[in-house]
């Protein structure tokens, strides 16, 4: 997938939209950290974009997308739904996390820390 084209952005970026507020439910993130999650969009943006999904996003919001997507699937392949859905929120030993809740430690570092646990995820999923 080519997301420096428009076509593909608009083609992707409504799933991608619902996608990310049905995790952001299921997960318990409020809309101030989901805002952060996005790269620090403004309330109106974000309230715009809930309201009406249909929307182009640009490539950088796409691929915090698919890292958060790809965290989710592999959360609920590795654990109950309970759990996978309570993971990012609770304080963590790994040392990746230092303690804080992956969530955290997302919100902070940005799309690298998301690529970090996007990789640990996929790692524990594969068997490592």
Do not use: C
Request: glycine share 8%; charged share 25%.
């Amino acid at each position: 997938v080519d997301l420096s084209t428009k076509a593909e952005r608009e083609r992707l970026s409504p799933a991608a939209i619902k996608a990310f507020l049905n995790i952001m439910a299921k997960w318990r993130v409020r809309d101030e950290d989901a805002r952060a999650l996005l790269g620090g969009i403004s309330n109106g943006q974000f309230y715009e974009m809930k309201k009406n999904p249909e929307r182009t996003l640009d490539v950088d919001a796409l691929t915090r997308i698919s890292y958060l997507i790809g965290i989710f699937k592999a959360l609920n392949i590795l654990h109950s739904e309970k759990l996978a859905d309570a993971w990012v929120q609770r304080a963590n030993t790994n040392r990746i996390f230092g303690g804080q809740a992956p969530l955290a430690y997302m919100i902070k570092g940005g799309l690298p820390a998301m690529q970090t646990v996007r990789r640990l995820t996929d790692a524990r999923r594969g068997g490592m």
